[in-house]
């Protein structure tokens, strides 16, 4: 048996050390490294009172450096960390020390930090409410299907760039170039706020690059954009799902926008019937008018006979809110691989390139289509003077636009719009 108060000097005389007699703890030192200890502490004491052998720690004792104060910081367990391990490790301590960093400040600082959620929240509740209700909506869902799941429970002062890089690396592997990009700087807003906070001490993303982005030209022709609408009546989704696809395409609009339209956003009677998109759901921050032709009308009302009662035109299943803007997005991503939409490499936003496109084409010229887009005008008339909201000639364009879908989707004939001619040839 191991006699109280000999030094350490093997993993022998670790495993034989036992705790004094009549003691809850003893502390036995390590031959030739003072300040390092193996702590034993009694787990139970039997029915006479005898303390039983329990566990086995690694404890090092050190001055701080501030105020030359003793402390004492836990190195790991015996015999996960063996005698050897527990010598560099306490080697390691004191080089630490001698840099003026306080282990024990340090171990205590990380457990009392928040995780990258909690940081994350607060930052959605504090900075991000200020966003446009679509940006809001877009920040959640990065975080949710993105971000949180791979480094949410971490702490945040202990997230490295690899843990940063998994988050990007795992969006890359998708394909998804540019949502990678999205992620990467929704992560490194949040990091620069946590520092200026003192949440956090350094960005992981800082030296982390963007994925070089190729803006997206893809644009329908008028074969695929008919094999897509008759391909929707069968496709394996929703009815609003597919009523929303379709209004994306004829209105121009995003499909986030909508996905949150509100009843009271609609004024369906009388002669300029109009879709409204508030300042607080509109990506850009500005409230837009959408001028809506008999096509748009009618999937609309479609819509309005499938939501019920409540006040959203395309409900989620408990009828409390809108549905998840991205939920059309997520529909058509699953049925990109077995091309069950009938057109290759289709994705939501190439509509509202291709209706774009298609209005160019039938004569409008580059100022009404941003007006129907809602891009934000440029130069000091447009922001501050000229306040029309040029409802007529984005009527003309969209319903321009609609009665050529019409012809495409065979609901009208060529000769009841003129000399129509295909705009895009194709399949």
Request: glycine share 8%; proline share 5%.
């Amino acid at each position: 048996m191991l006699k109280p108060k000999t030094r350490l000097k093997s993993d022998k005389c670790c495993q034989n050390a036992k705790l004094d007699p009549g003691s809850r703890q003893t502390d036995i030192a390590v031959a030739d490294t003072p300040g390092l200890s193996l702590r034993l502490t009694c787990d139970w004491v039997d029915k006479r009172g005898k303390p039983r052998p329990g566990s086995k720690t690694w404890t090092a004792r050190y001055r701080r450096h501030s105020d030359g104060r003793q402390r004492r910081a836990t190195i790991g367990p015996y015999p996960a960390v063996s005698l050897a391990d527990a010598r560099q490790r306490f080697r390691d301590l004191q080089n630490d020390v001698s840099t003026g960093i306080d282990p024990v400040a340090v171990k205590q600082a990380r457990r009392g930090a928040g995780t990258f959620k909690d940081v994350a929240d607060n930052w959605m509740r504090r900075i991000g409410k200020d966003k446009a209700t679509a940006s809001q909506n877009d920040d959640r869902h990065l975080l949710d299907m993105n971000i949180l799941p791979v480094i949410g429970d971490l702490k945040i002062k202990e997230i490295d760039r690899r843990d940063a890089e998994r988050v990007v690396d795992a969006v890359i592997d998708r394909g998804a170039l540019v949502r990678a990009n999205r992620t990467l700087t929704l992560m490194r807003t949040i990091f620069r706020w946590a520092i200026k906070r003192g949440e956090c001490i350094g960005d992981p993303t800082a030296s982390i690059d963007k994925n070089k982005e190729e803006p997206r030209d893809r644009v329908l022709t008028d074969g695929e954009l008919r094999t897509l609408w008759d391909k929707l009546d069968t496709a394996p989704m929703s009815d609003g799902t597919r009523v929303m696809i379709r209004l994306a395409a004829v209105t121009a609009q995003r499909i986030g926008e909508v996905a949150t339209i509100a009843k009271t956003d609609l004024a369906l009677d009388g002669l300029t019937p109009v879709w409204t998109i508030p300042a607080a759901r509109a990506k850009n921050g500005k409230e837009h008018r959408v001028p809506l032709s008999p096509l748009a009308i009618s999937l609309m009302e479609r819509a309005l006979s499938l939501a019920g009662d409540g006040l959203w035109v395309f409900p989620n299943p408990s009828n409390e809110g809108p549905v998840d803007p991205h939920a059309a997005t997520r529909a058509v991503s699953r049925m990109r691989k077995s091309n069950k939409l009938g057109v290759k490499d289709f994705r939501i936003h190439d509509l509202r390139r291709t209706a774009a496109t298609g209005m160019g084409d039938l004569g409008q010229d580059d100022f009404t289509i941003g007006l129907v887009l809602n891009h934000s005008g440029k130069g000091v008339t447009r922001r501050v003077y000229n306040k029309s909201n040029y409802d007529a000639p984005k009527r003309l364009a969209l319903e321009a636009w609609a009665r050529h879908v019409e012809v495409i989707i065979g609901l009208r004939a060529p000769t009841d719009v003129g000399n129509v001619v295909p705009i895009r040839k194709g399949a």
